[in-house]
């Protein structure tokens, strides 16, 4: 595991995943797409985990990408909750869904580093 990559693909997507749920707040077309965004920003998170890492094993990736991905995700959608926008119970299925994209990010971006594949 890659602590540098893991801080800053985490950082990243937390970044992006707050932005959003602040601004769908106020904004019903951004709150609408909370499900895809989110899963899309871990997604993101997971390849800036791989290509941040420099590369490694499919698995290895994987399981940093589902990290930054799935940690990104769980603080997003805690603040969306606290600000009154999703249920709790979206915490345990969006955390779990963006750990998934996270990971095939993670994956994929064997494919992004330099002696990839």
Do not use: E, W
């Not at 106020?26 to 998170?45: E, I």
């Not at 799935?70 to 969006?94: E, K, N, R, W, Y």
Request: aromatic share 6%; with cysteine; charged share 5%.
């Amino acid at each position: 595991m890659n602590s540098r990559a893991l801080t800053i693909a985490t950082v990243v997507g937390l970044i992006l995943q707050v932005a959003m749920v602040v601004i769908g707040h106020s904004n019903q077309t951004v709150k609408g797409l909370f499900a895809v965004g989110g899963m899309g920003f871990s997604l993101v998170a997971g390849v800036i985990y791989g290509v941040v890492a420099g590369g490694g094993t499919f698995g290895a990736l994987a399981l940093g990408g589902a990290l930054a991905g799935g940690i990104c995700a769980f603080v997003g959608i805690l603040v969306s909750h606290l600000l009154g926008d999703v249920p709790p119970t979206l915490l345990l299925l969006g955390t779990f869904s963006s750990v998934i994209t996270g990971a095939i990010g993670g994956a994929i971006s064997k494919f992004f580093v330099r002696g990839g594949v």
